[in-house]
């Protein structure tokens, strides 16, 4: 059918109606003021949804019949605009019912003039949104609710992730220790990088820094695993391969969907400072610089830990003299890039040459906030840096 033919359909269909009854019982209401907001009609559908008796309602000023906030708004910015502009559209007010509820109701008014354009008559149409009111205040709740999810969800993540490494970095005797953490995006989510620093035995300490695939409450899982595994392992064997193959057998046993890479660091004190003996289970290799400011990686790289069933931990020792400093880390930091370019070891590198004479909490906030610059502020994945330092003759440890 033509738009022609249908148009005409249509007003032929509406001849039909009562022109009065249309009116009457519109699925609106309708009201004919004066000027002066004086109400001069009103349909029946306003009627019954007010509770209004037509004759007692006719005389009276719209504003009057609105909530106290409603009516002064009318009065000081409703009315002025409707004689400005000669229209409202969409102004929310609630009408006060002839038994004193508050009704919401959407009002339009349209301004009719008399041949001189002087105001004659205001037609008002309103919508009753009731519905629409508690759909709105529904979604606010909704809103409010997710808000304060979100909330709880991230203060959970922070308290979560804050258990996975030491509250403060312990003193090792003889050594300089830092640590620095940056959760990837806003912190919301719990990562799965983590570090601790703890005592071994009367003289050794163990240094450990991992990460665990994925995020959230399952990674968290096998993140407190990891940990935790790594400490009481330590404490029985004095092999850091050792120690790296009983977190093997863990997470074989009871995590066996999951793998982790991670770096053990056991340190001892020996005549030229001390001896740092590490295994890795596919974590990026540490990095050491020496007092001549030379920089080197040390240890041997190896497997993923909880991947396959045969592990294969690499062990391998050096000597970090006095000046020396060496610092692991986890791959957000060798990672974080800016296009196709990576901050990678020369990142760390660049650093460290930079950083001569710092104290390692300095060194270690340094090259976490160097990775986060490269990539302008954004962290894309979790990082961890764990800096030990074997201060210089006569320097004195912060």
């Known amino acids: 059918m033509?738009?022609?033919?249908?148009?005409?359909?249509?007003?032929?269909?509406?001849?039909?109606?009562?022109?009065?009854e249309l009116y009457d019982n519109a699925p609106c209401g309708y009201l004919s003021t004066l000027p002066d907001g004086t109400i001069i009609k009103a349909n029946a559908t306003f009627l019954a949804w007010t509770g209004y008796d037509r004759e007692a309602l006719l005389g009276r000023r719209f504003q009057d019949r609105?909530?106290?906030?409603?009516?002064?708004f009318y009065q000081t910015h409703a009315a002025p605009m409707l004689l400005m502009q000669g229209m409202l559209r969409e102004i929310a007010v609630q009408v006060i019912s002839a038994s004193g509820s508050r009704l919401p109701m959407l009002m339009n008014a349209l301004l009719k003039r008399d041949s001189d354009g002087q105001p004659l008559v205001v037609r008002t149409v309103l919508f009753d949104s009731s519905e629409r009111l508690a759909y709105e205040r529904e979604l606010l709740a909704a809103r409010r609710r997710a808000e304060e999810s979100e909330?709880?969800?991230?203060?959970?993540?922070?308290?979560?992730?804050?258990?996975?490494?030491?509250?403060?970095?312990v003193t090792v005797p003889g050594l300089d220790v830092g640590g620095a953490y940056r959760p990837a995006g806003d912190g919301s989510e719990v990562g799965g990088d983590f570090y601790d620093v703890f005592r071994t035995g009367l003289q050794t300490w163990g240094v450990v820094l991992g990460d665990v695939c994925g995020k959230g409450a399952s990674a968290a899982v096998v993140t407190a695993l990891a940990r935790y595994t790594v400490r009481a392992e330590a404490m029985h064997v004095s092999s850091p391969a050792a120690v790296l193959m009983?977190?093997?057998r863990a997470l074989l046993t009871y995590?066996?969907?999951?793998?982790c890479t991670v770096l053990f660091l056991l340190l001892d004190p020996v005549p030229e400072g001390h001896r740092l003996t590490m295994a890795t289970g596919g974590h990026p290799l540490p990095l050491c610089r020496r007092a001549d400011g030379s920089v080197e990686t040390l240890g041997c790289p190896g497997r993923f830990l909880g991947m396959e069933e045969t592990a294969s931990v690499s062990?391998?020792?050096a000597v970090l003299r006095p000046g020396d400093l060496v610092v692991l880390y986890t791959d957000g930091v060798t990672e974080a890039h800016q296009g196709d370019a990576f901050f990678g070891e020369s990142g760390i590198a660049a650093v460290l040459a930079a950083s001569a004479g710092l104290a390692a909490q300095a060194v270690a906030d340094a090259v976490v906030a160097a990775a986060l610059a490269y990539q302008h502020g954004q962290a894309r994945d979790d990082m961890a840096v764990v800096v030990v330092s074997q201060p210089a003759a006569g320097h004195c440890l912060p």
Do not use: K, M, N
């Open 315 to 317: 062990e391998s020792a």
């Open 255 to 259: 995590y066996p969907e999951t793998f």
């Open 66 to 72: 609105l909530a106290v906030g409603d009516r002064i």
């Open 246 to 248: 009983g977190l093997h």
């Open 2 to 20: 033509s738009h022609d033919l249908a148009t005409d359909a249509f007003y032929a269909a509406l001849a039909d109606d009562d022109p009065d």
């Open 151 to 169: 909330a709880r969800a991230r203060v959970l993540a922070e308290t979560l992730q804050r258990s996975f490494l030491p509250p403060d970095i």
